[in-house]
């Protein structure tokens, strides 16, 4: 039997869905105050309403936080194989301790039980963020290491000490792959992640910047996963990332992709620092602060991200982000009417 964590996310969602046509046994935990109907929703997107509960009701869903090791010792119970994609993201200063105790202690916590009950092999969704920034090099790389004394994002140090803890099961005889996704794209959750792209965008936004990242499509997400795992690759990370993109040009995508007008206005660093002053000074009477001074010089950064790696070992071949963008975007539409 599979497991999989994190299957009320876009990536488990669409992870649970595959898994379901493949006709796998399957299980996912999810936290008590979670959307089963958010997952079921993602099911409804590719099929009809019969056959998206049909597949969903194929799914053994059990009651189970990170970090409750009782409940998580029920849940692994008959498992061989393991998809962690659950965890906590958020660039919010007020999230620190959250964003350790979930990833880092809650993928230790993981990490614990496929090692206690010898599981086949795990898969854990990382990020980008926890890759490290090259010196030399034009683009980062799997081999690019990490400084920990470079300006890192909390959510960035929380993902890297969950692949520690991902490494310590690989030397404990469990067989891991790690992939690093880069800003995932797909339909559902418009109201967080990457959703809010459209939301906003529907909603008129007038501004765009410049940053450059690594954008990829939740399916190929999803697609690497599953081959890599069934594969006799271990103990190995994968970069997926489809494209190097500005935001600029994605925001461009997206509104185009919802017939919605493009974001003309640059984005300036004086604004963004305004912004900040504000909510530091907000901050000293119990306000949230949610931007960070590292947050104003990342918005405008170019971060480029190498994806021969995987293309490469398995033959992978990864979807446009245009063409990913146009059917996120019809998903949206349809879920406006």
């Known amino acids: 039997m599979i497991l999989v964590t994190g299957g009320t996310g876009l990536v488990g969602a669409h992870l649970l869905l595959k898994l379901a046509e493949e006709k796998h046994q399957i299980r996912a935990i999810y936290r008590p105050k979670s959307d089963l109907y958010k997952t079921l929703e993602v099911f409804l997107y590719y099929h009809h309403k019969e056959e998206a509960e049909r597949l969903f009701k194929k799914i053994e869903w059990v009651v189970a936080d990170l970090t409750d090791i009782p409940r998580l010792t029920t ?151 599953l081959k890599l795992m069934s594969s006799e690759i271990y103990n190995e990370r994968y970069i997926l990332v489809a494209e190097n993109l500005s935001f600029k040009k994605v925001l461009e995508f997206t509104a185009i992709s919802i017939n919605r007008p493009k974001p003309e206005k640059p984005l300036k660093k004086w604004m963004i620092s305004i912004g900040w002053f504000v909510q530091k000074t907000a901050s000293l009477f119990g306000y949230n602060r949610n931007i960070t001074k590292s947050d104003i010089s990342g918005i405008f950064q170019k971060s480029t991200f190498d994806n021969t790696k995987i293309k490469k070992e398995i033959n992978f071949k990864f979807t446009p982000m245009q063409n990913v963008i146009a059917e996120t975007g019809k998903y949206f539409l349809k879920d406006q009417e």
């Not at 809010?196 to 499509?217: A, D, E, S, W």
């Open 75 to 225: 849940a692994f119970k008959g498992i061989t194989k393991v998809y962690h994609c659950a965890s906590l993201v958020s660039f919010k200063p007020k999230d620190e301790k959250a964003l350790r105790k979930i990833n880092i202690e809650g993928t230790a916590n993981i990490v614990n039980l496929c090692i206690a009950t010898k599981i086949d092999k795990l898969c854990y969704v990382s990020s980008i963020a926890s890759l490290g920034k090259p010196i030399k090099s034009d683009s980062t790389t799997e081999n690019t290491q990490w400084n920990p004394e470079a300006n890192n994002s909390d959510y960035a140090i929380s993902k890297y000490g969950a692949e520690i803890e991902v490494w310590r099961a690989s030397q404990e005889g469990v067989k891991v792959i790690i992939v690093n996704p880069g800003v995932i794209i797909g339909p559902g959750f418009w109201q967080k992640g990457s959703g809010q792209l459209f939301t906003r965008i529907q909603n008129g936004l007038n501004y765009h910047f410049p940053k450059i990242t690594g954008f990829v499509g939740v399916k190929d997400v999803v697609t690497a996963m």
